[in-house]
């Protein structure tokens, strides 16, 4: 039994030298494989996608830098878009809304060789234009006057600011001179497809408090429009919302409404990046339906330490008033320096402090001298600012409304008041109704324009004649 044991022991010899090198070297080969398999491969992988995200992150850091200069690009065509669009939403009614287009239609229609009595109106319906679904309304007008009358009613039509389409025409002769029949108008509609407000028509109303009479106006009560309710364009002093003039008996000044603060977007322009705020509409107003509401957080640390609010480049004065007034109304005290800025023909800024501070709460006119230079002139009032003193902060907000410019009364020899002309270059198409209606907006001024150009009737605007018209 012991001889079994011990002829089953296992002998293990010990390594030779050459085998402990192997073993050694096939070990390092192991750790060599494994580390590069589990480690190193891994790790590589890891350091090219870094490399490729480095890259793909200095394309992205440059492509924000060429944004970035391109900033005032964007911001000009996104105001020229801005502006496109604005332009567009004036051609269409925003609500299908029938007093307003009633009241459109009665100032439009209103030559006097053709009578019409009645409007009658279908109900709105839808019409597909491409992907939208346009709303849209039909007005059936029957009329009957002179053809000629006729054929001015379809052009004023076809001028109207609201587009309004003449779908159908129907023509009888009712006699020698007269004509009758019927037309067919189409009102379209931007209802639910574009966010508009829809008191588009302004009817400027005086609330009666005379005895024995319900429409008389108040005592003081001023009237800015000149007959006809004429609004000038930016050709005939540069008024960009309802405006006209007046006689002011206090210092003998004729009064032109520049701008009324009655539409609803502006631009916010800060000089720096401590420059914070706002503007829009406020229904807090001096006059018309809307003021401008400014908000501003300021911490003056800048160079400049402004808040700029674009006016646009509609508001032209041709030569010089002896001022210009802005209501504000202040909620609270401030160091701040309200002022305008005018732009000449040369693309020159001229900057001309209102008022230096806030020192009033409420409502105040804020008057400033224009520049007097008359070679400056024709100067447009892009920019009123607000600037606060360097190293200071403040916070607050007031409300602007009420541009308007005073201009002397024009007296002859005989000490006859006398008005205040513009100059109009006739373009192709022109005829002395449409231009009544292009700068006044109403017809009722074609026989005056006529009589001041020694025109006659039945004779042709040859393109390129200056003709002179009543400022209003």
């Known amino acids: ?8 022991k296992i002998n293990i010899r010990p390594l030779t030298k050459s085998e402990k090198t192997l073993l050694t070297l096939l ?7 494994l580390s590069n398999r589990f480690i190193l491969t891994p790790q590589a992988e890891k ?12 394309n992205e850091i440059v492509d924000m830098n060429n944004t970035i200069k391109k900033e005032d690009g964007i911001k000009k065509e996104w105001e020229m878009l801005h502006r496109e669009r604005n332009e567009i939403l004036k051609s269409y009614f925003p609500v299908l809304d029938q007093a307003q287009i009633i009241y459109l239609l009665n100032d439009l229609i209103a030559d006097d060789k053709v009578d019409i009595n009645d409007f009658s109106f279908t109900n709105p319906n839808s019409e597909a234009m491409g992907e ?8 059936s007008v029957p009329y009957s006057g002179s053809y000629d009358g006729t054929i001015e009613v379809v052009k004023a039509l076809s001028s109207s600011p609201r587009r309004i389409v003449v779908d159908n025409l129907f023509m009888d002769r009712e006699s020698d001179s007269n004509v009758t029949g019927s037309m067919s108008l189409k009102i379209y509609s931007l ?10 028509i302004f009817v400027e109303t005086a609330d009666g408090t005379r005895e024995g009479s319900l429409f008389a106006s108040y005592d003081g009560y001023s009237d800015f429009t000149a007959a006809g309710g004429a609004a000038g364009g930016a050709y005939a002093g540069g008024s960009s919302g309802a ?14 409404t520049l701008h009324d603060f009655e539409i609803r977007n502006y631009s916010f322009i800060q000089s720096n990046e401590y420059i914070k705020g706002n503007v829009e509409p406020s229904t807090i107003k001096k006059s018309g339906k809307y003021s401008l509401r400014f908000e501003y957080n300021m911490l003056a640390i800048g160079q400049e330490n402004r808040a700029y609010i674009d006016l646009g480049s509609e508001i032209e004065l041709k030569y010089p008033p002896d001022s210009i007034s802005v209501g504000v109304n202040a909620f609270g005290y401030s160091p701040g320096t309200i002022g305008f800025r005018f732009r000449t023909q040369d693309g020159e800024d001229i900057d001309v402090v209102a008022s230096k501070g806030i020192s009033w709460l409420g409502w105040s006119d804020v008057e400033v001298s224009p520049p007097q230079d008359l070679d400056l002139y024709p100067l447009k009032l892009t920019h009123i600012y607000f600037e606060m003193p360097f190293n200071r902060d403040d916070i607050g907000v007031f409300l ?24 109009y270059v006739v373009k192709s198409g022109d ?5 009544s209606r292009q700068i006044y907006g109403t017809i009722s001024y074609k026989n005056e324009i006529m009589k001041n150009n020694s025109l006659t009737a039945g004779d042709i605007l040859p393109v390129g004649k200056v003709l002179v018209l009543v400022r209003r």
């Open 243 to 256: 405006g006209g003039t007046a006689i002011n008996d206090r210092d003998y000044s004729k009064v032109y």
């Open 191 to 200: 209802e639910g497809i574009a966010e508009t407000d829809p008191e588009v």
């Open 132 to 139: 939208l679904a346009v709303q849209n309304m039909s007005i």
């Open 47 to 58: 350091v090219s996608s870094l490399k490729t995200e480095i890259v793909t992150l200095d």
């Open 400 to 423: 602007i409304d009420k541009l308007q410019a005073f201009y002397p009364v024009n007296q002859d020899s005989q000490g006859n008041n006398q008005p205040i002309y513009d100059f």
């Open 27 to 33: 070990g390092i080969v192991l750790v060599v494989y």
């Open 1 to 8: 039994m012991n001889k079994k044991l011990k002829s089953s």
């Open 431 to 435: 005829t002395v109704t449409d231009i």
